[in-house]
């Protein structure tokens, strides 16, 4: 997570993000093709052979382009550790989600097959859950099953008010926020002492090199150094100065994006790893509990993006329980007669009271009433404006911290405006 905080109207306001977590286990698989823009493909083949602590993943090109350097993404169980690269990958691992990448260009072809192998130090035979491909020839990911290209625009929106008091995506950023995680950065809060903003960077390694302008390249050996530490000792790593001997991070960081040549292919790499690590998982846990409105997608998405993998599950087996599902029956919708706008309630209130609960966290807490006014108005679908005009006193009883957000107002199709009159309230 990351805590982000500067002065607003005379508030001072945390916003969090970039998280570091365990899972307990992997997501839920997805069953069939996944449409990746131009690409799309099927996995046909994903076992893990305990005994020979041996995995095994064969997918299939079902798209239109061959792919050219594809990045793989699945979840293992909590506490299983990837530790092993074939020949031309490389591997990083945030909490269950581990992610390959190549150290070299690798097509495979329209309807041709590839079989991709790794080990993990586990002697249990298992699946990988949530398995994800993405290749630069796709030129970014689809959304999901559940969230229509605009609904994924609001929610992303929103988000990023809570992330940069905006709903532009701020790829620029950068910023050391004393959180104990290195360096923030970029639109979903990557930071370098979690293993995540490594992915970031290793996939702009493979589009483009140092000679090619890219000014991130050289401070993959300090990030590896920092990521094999958090992974061998499972906190995170607040240490910069083995970015800071390289170069002027912050700066370069920034100048990935603001450069018109190296700008899509910087922000291609930042929505991959958002998707594989944050949107794609929520989706998957919003499938497997029948969480079939755009509202309870995108509110696990916010989830996912603040407390991250295993904070976001924590809350939703609360949420179970509080609705009277202690078993953690999936789907919970339908189970007994609980409807969703009676859990996604309880979702709320439970991560309402994790951000209360926390010194600092709690004065962020005014985004999690944003989405309990869209469930008390009935925007399900989002087919109203989404506007952030209320706080969580407004919500619930207790008299809690203003956050201070600037209030936006998101259009169905995306867009935004700062509206120049408003009213706080949840109803």
Same mark, same amino acid.
């Given at each position: 997570?990351?805590?982000?905080?500067?002065?607003?109207?005379?508030? =001072?306001?945390?916003?969090?993000?970039?998280?570091?977590?365990?899972?307990?286990?992997?997501?839920?698989?997805?069953?069939?093709?996944?449409?990746?823009?131009?690409?799309?493909?099927?996995?046909?083949?994903?076992?893990?052979?305990?005994?020979?602590?041996? %995995?095994?993943?064969?997918?299939?090109?079902?798209?239109?382009?061959?792919?050219?350097?594809?990045?793989?993404?699945? %979840?293992?169980?909590? %506490?299983?550790?990837?530790?092993?690269?074939?020949?031309?990958?490389?591997?990083?691992?945030?909490?269950?989600?581990?992610?390959?990448?190549?150290?070299?260009?690798?097509?495979?072809?329209?309807?041709?097959?590839?079989?991709?192998?790794?080990?993990?130090?586990?002697?249990?035979?298992?699946?990988?859950?949530?398995?994800?491909?993405?290749?630069?020839?796709?030129?970014?990911?689809?959304?999901?099953?559940?969230?229509?290209?605009?609904?994924?625009?609001?929610?992303?929106?929103?988000?990023?008010?809570?992330?940069?008091?905006?709903?532009?995506?701020?790829?620029?950023?950068?910023?050391?926020?004393?959180?104990?995680?290195?360096?923030?950065?970029?639109?979903?809060?990557?930071?370098?002492?979690?293993?995540?903003?490594?992915?970031?960077?290793?996939?702009?390694?493979?589009?483009?090199?140092? *000679?090619?302008?890219?000014? #991130?390249?050289?401070?993959?050996?300090? #990030?590896?150094?920092?990521?094999?530490?958090?992974?061998?000792?499972?906190?995170?790593?607040?240490?910069?100065?083995?970015?800071?001997?390289?170069?002027?991070?912050?700066?370069?960081?920034?100048?990935?994006?603001?450069?018109?040549?190296?700008?899509?292919?910087?922000?291609?790499?930042?929505?991959?790893?958002?998707?594989?690590?944050?949107?794609?998982?929520?989706?998957?846990?919003?499938?497997?509990?029948?969480?079939?409105?755009?509202?309870?997608?995108?509110?696990?998405?916010?989830?996912?993006?603040?407390?991250?993998?295993? *904070?976001?599950?924590?809350?939703?087996?609360?949420?179970?329980?509080?609705?009277?599902?202690?078993?953690?029956?999936?789907?919970?919708?339908?189970?007994?007669?609980?409807?969703?706008?009676?859990? #996604?309630?309880?979702? #709320?209130?439970?991560?309402?009271?994790?951000?209360?609960?926390?010194? =600092?966290?709690?004065?962020?807490?005014?985004?999690?009433?944003?989405?309990?006014?869209?469930?008390?108005? *009935?925007?399900?679908?989002?087919?109203?404006?989404?506007?952030?005009?209320?706080?969580?006193?407004?919500?619930?009883?207790?008299?809690?911290?203003?956050?201070?957000?600037?209030?936006?107002?998101?259009?169905?199709?995306?867009?935004?405006?700062?509206?120049?009159?408003?009213?706080?309230?949840?109803?």
């Amino acid at each position: 997570m990351k805590y982000r905080a500067w002065v607003l109207a005379g508030l =001072t306001a945390a916003f969090t993000g970039c998280a570091a977590d365990a899972s307990e286990e992997p997501a839920a698989e997805v069953e069939g093709p996944r449409a990746l823009a131009a690409c799309s493909y099927t996995v046909t083949t994903n076992t893990y052979d305990g005994p020979d602590y041996w %995995g095994t993943l064969v997918f299939k090109n079902t798209g239109t382009s061959a792919m050219t350097s594809p990045t793989i993404s699945f %979840g293992v169980p909590g %506490g299983v550790t990837c530790d092993h690269d074939e020949p031309g990958w490389t591997h990083t691992q945030t909490g269950s989600t581990c992610v390959y990448s190549r150290t070299s260009g690798l097509t495979v072809a329209v309807n041709a097959s590839y079989t991709f192998y790794y080990s993990t130090n586990s002697n249990t035979s298992w699946t990988a859950g949530n398995v994800g491909i993405t290749d630069p020839s796709c030129g970014g990911t689809t959304p999901e099953p559940g969230l229509t290209a605009n609904q994924k625009k609001v929610a992303e929106a929103l988000t990023s008010i809570w992330e940069n008091d905006t709903p532009t995506l701020d790829y620029a950023y950068s910023e050391n926020i004393q959180d104990g995680r290195g360096y923030t950065n970029g639109r979903a809060g990557f930071c370098t002492g979690t293993g995540d903003a490594i992915q970031v960077v290793q996939c702009y390694v493979n589009l483009r090199s140092a *000679g090619n302008g890219n000014l #991130l390249a050289k401070y993959m050996p300090g #990030l590896t150094t920092i990521n094999n530490r958090f992974l061998s000792t499972g906190q995170s790593q607040a240490s910069t100065s083995e970015l800071d001997v390289l170069g002027d991070w912050r700066a370069d960081w920034a100048a990935s994006d603001t450069n018109t040549t190296t700008r899509a292919d910087f922000k291609a790499c930042q929505d991959q790893v958002s998707d594989a690590l944050y949107y794609a998982p929520a989706m998957a846990e919003a499938r497997k509990w029948g969480l079939a409105t755009a509202l309870s997608r995108m509110a696990l998405y916010d989830a996912y993006i603040n407390h991250g993998e295993s *904070g976001a599950k924590s809350m939703i087996r609360a949420a179970n329980t509080a609705v009277g599902n202690s078993g953690q029956v999936a789907p919970v919708v339908g189970y007994n007669g609980i409807t969703e706008t009676a859990w #996604l309630q309880r979702f #709320l209130e439970k991560r309402r009271d994790v951000l209360a609960a926390d010194s =600092t966290w709690v004065d962020a807490i005014d985004r999690v009433a944003a989405y309990e006014k869209l469930r008390r108005k *009935g925007n399900w679908d989002l087919s109203a404006a989404v506007r952030n005009d209320v706080r969580a006193r407004d919500c619930w009883s207790t008299a809690y911290p203003v956050s201070g957000y600037t209030v936006r107002n998101i259009n169905p199709d995306g867009t935004w405006s700062t509206p120049g009159t408003y009213t706080f309230a949840c109803q």
